[in-house]
Structures are given as structure tokens and as C-alpha cells.
């Protein structure tokens, strides 16, 4: 069964994940699979996170040191390749 979850719900989440520890666990993504899912036929696009999600996240009570974990530290880590994780 598919279910949708709103951009209220994700970002209550991530803050609870956050104030449990674990904001360096979480990555985000702009769920984008189809064309529909592009800016140019209506919907967030690629820079949906930047653009309206991390600010909506702040209105919520996102901090710096959070939206920057989100949005630099963890998908840095997570692309960096090491020795160890190949």
C-alpha cells in the first residue's frame, strides 16, 4: 500500500531524531522518480530540499548546526569513499 507523508510529518522526524542524537544519521532526498516530480511540470524538483524544505525544517526550530549536518556534513560522509567502505 502507498502512503503519502507530508512535508509536517518528515520534518517532526527528523526533529525527534535530532533531539534523541542522531542528526548525523539522516540523509534527505527529493524523492524525485518521475517527471512529474520535476520543478518544470509542478512539483519540488532537485532543489526541493534547499529551497523549501531545510527553510520549513528552521521554521520548525532547526538550528544552524542542524541544517548543516543535513545539508553539507551528512551527504559528504555518506559520498566520501574511504579505505575502509571501499
Do not use: C, I
Not at 16 to 21: E, H, K, S, T
Amino acid at each position: 500500500m502507498y502512503s503519502e507523508v507530508d512535508d509536517q510529518d518528515v520534518a517532526a522526524a527528523v526533529l525527534a531524531l535530532a533531539g534523541r542524537g542522531h542528526a548525523g544519521s539522516v540523509l534527505l532526498s527529493p524523492a524525485v522518480s518521475r517527471k512529474s516530480d520535476l520543478k518544470g511540470f509542478g512539483s519540488g524538483g532537485y532543489g526541493f530540499v534547499a529551497e523549501q524544505f531545510v527553510p520549513f525544517l528552521r521554521f520548525q526550530g532547526a538550528d544552524d548546526a542542524l541544517a548543516d549536518a543535513l545539508t553539507v556534513g551528512n551527504p559528504r560522509r555518506w559520498l566520501t569513499l574511504t579505505e575502509e567502505h571501499g
